[in-house]
């Protein structure tokens, strides 16, 4: 008995040591946040302490990139290994889009359930849910985040400005009232509720003329898209960041002795900004730079329970942007008139929906404390290589037409080397394509500046080819097409061959 007893604890006790070994992943992904609005990254005008220390005891990357330049589709190919302009239907989604994700095929949450982990995310989704735009928001909302790989979610649907603003925890409406059921349309108005055109002096946070954002009005801001009902169960912009924290540090706690993932999807800096009260003029930067302010004392918090749980070591945390920034992207927030000097985009051309480098070469960090030792990289990796650099590391084999367009970049990620893919390809408006060095924008129609009165930024579009020597030219400032024909059909060549 006593024997057996011994020999049941020593196995279970092997066990849990074989499964911790394993590290933890926590991925914290900013929204629209710019390659250089971090102090690690160049700026000056603002502190970002925590960021700062979490760049210094890991790998700081300077050529790492979301796919697009916009929300969705990077999300969509964090999720898949597929590049978003491969499918129709990938780009920012309206709040009531179903489910654009496959649940039949390996996902980025689903290999981390297969090597036997806990799976949750907390935070932005933006990727649909359900099975089509009309659907029951007072029910069991589904296929979502939880049929495709994660244990846990608790998230909000789409943008924070757009409808419904409410938390939807597992399948479920958090603090749904029956009594108060919600309704959404994206086509036109529903109910009585006032909204941003009809009930402007209801407003906190004035929109941008012509800009939209001025249907349902919540929290005294108004929305992308129609809603009635569910009063109970909207959030308060200024709490967001803390139900947000609460719950990842809650998904961190319960998991501490199992391996687990955590996708933490942060809604800072993205539009509407309304930090707490806390961060509130604490930049001087307008709201915009408060609620980076937030963004990183938020990721100092995750810090700072890793290490009183003493997990610390075995986790790894992996910090990176969505797409990149935007000042007036709706709402008249001081992020234009109080910028004071700050450049979101570094040394960058362009910024979020661009095809220029802004859009989306991001902040990435990986700290590891463990295992990688700190250093700068200049490794070019993407987010689409999650899937196949974690199948690596977890030894879990995926179909490869599955992952298509993922590439194993486990040892830039983790520093061992310097050479991470070859070629990328990313989308801003236009499609471009990184080859070494190099970097061909195709020929696009459209204005090559959006209006200064709404988001003003470079898209990149242009009628004749554009082609940058990035190791020399950052900046895109010298289009050397004309110059080099070849290397332009070279580019266009490559391109044809990679879209099939
Ligand atoms: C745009 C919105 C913008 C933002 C963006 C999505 C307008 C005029 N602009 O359509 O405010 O919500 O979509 O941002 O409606 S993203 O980071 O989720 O891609
Ligand atoms: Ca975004």
Partial sequence: MKIGTTLFSLILSLSIHAQQSKPNIIFIYADDLGYGDLGCYGASKIKTPNLDKLAKQGIRFTNAHATSASCTPSR?????????????????LPGD?????????????????????????????????????????NGEIKPGPNEVGFNYSFIFPATADRVPTVFVENHLVVALDTADPI??????????????AENPELLKLQATPNHGHNQTIVNGIGRIGFMTGGKQARWTDEELPFT?????????ASNQKKPFFLYYALTEPHVPRMPSTMFKGKSG?????????????????????LKLLGIDKNTVIIFSSDNGPVLDDGYLDGAVTQLNGHTPAGLLRG????????????????????????????????????????SKLLNIKIPPSDVLDSENVLDALTGKTEQGRKILVKQGGALSVINGDWKYITP???????????????????????????????????????????????MEILLKKIKG
Avoid at 81 to 88: A, E, L, V
């Fill in 444 to 490: 696009s129609k459209g204005p090559a500046n959006t209006s200064p009165l709404l988001t003003n930024i470079e898209t990149g579009n242009s009628l004749s080819p554009q082609l940058y020597y990035l190791k020399e030219d950052i900046g895109e400032k010298n289009n050397l097409a004309e110059k080099y024909p070849q290397k332009v059909k070279e």
């Fill in 76 to 92: 969509f190919a964090i999720m898949t290994g597929i590049y978003p302009w491969r499918k129709t239907g990938t780009g920012v």
């Fill in 97 to 137: 889009a179903a489910l654009i994700i496959p649940t039949n095929k390996s996902t980025l949450p689903s290999v981390f359930q297969q090597a036997g982990y806990q799976t949750g995310i907390v935070g932005k989704w933006h990727l649909g849910l359900g099975n089509e735009v009309t659907k029951n928001w």
């Fill in 285 to 305: 930067l307008g709201l915009r730079g408060d609620a980076i302010l937030q963004l990183d004392w938020t990721v100092g918090e995750i810090m700072l329970q």
């Fill in 244 to 252: 947000f924290l609460q719950k990842a540090k809650d998904f961190i």
């Fill in 351 to 390: 910024g979020k929906y661009s095809a220029f480098e802004a859009g989306t070469r991001v902040p990435f960090i990986l700290s590891w404390p463990g295992k990688v030792l700190p250093k700068v990289s200049d490794a070019l990796i993407c987010q689409i290589d999650f899937i196949a650099s974690f």
């Fill in 183 to 196: 309704k959404v349309d994206y086509k036109q108005k529903i109910g009585n509720e006032p909204t941003g």
